[in-house]
């Protein structure tokens, strides 16, 4: 059974940094090898969003515009783990983050732009909470 364990999260200043982790289990080293792994977030009375996602086959990185700049994926294959590094955080920042496992990717493209897949990713871990007070 595929698992993901997300951590991490508390309460920081604005402008400060957090590093969230995320463990996952339960995959064979060749099928987690071609998951993308994302992280999203969802704050109170919101919608979830698409924050960042790395692809474990050719570590692909993308990210959503609130976060250029500020946010860094990474994943340790060895350890199995994926990081959020969050720098220069606001209180918009605030909310519960999650991470999330698929085969297909983060997000879908189309004419239209990019959609994240922020309730139809294939696993789910609980979520973290990160607050940032002003």
């Known amino acids: 059974e595929v698992q993901l364990q997300a951590s991490g999260g508390g309460l920081v200043q604005a402008g400060g940094s957090l590093r969230l982790s995320c463990v996952v289990s339960g995959f064979t080293f060749d099928d987690y090898a071609d998951y993308y792994i994302g992280w999203f977030r969802q704050a109170p009375g919101k919608e979830r969003e698409g924050v960042s996602c790395?692809?474990?086959?050719?570590?692909?990185?993308y990210n959503a515009d609130s976060v250029k700049g500020r946010f860094t994926i990474s994943s340790d294959k060895a350890k199995n783990t994926v990081y959020l590094q969050m720098n220069s955080l606001k209180p918009e920042d605030t909310a519960v983050y999650y991470c999330a496992a698929d085969p297909l990717g983060c997000a879908a493209y189309s004419d239209y732009g990019i959609s994240w897949k922020s309730y139809s990713m294939d696993y789910w871990g609980k979520g973290t909470q990160v607050t940032v007070s002003s």
């Open positions: 790395i692809s474990n086959s050719d570590g692909h990185t």
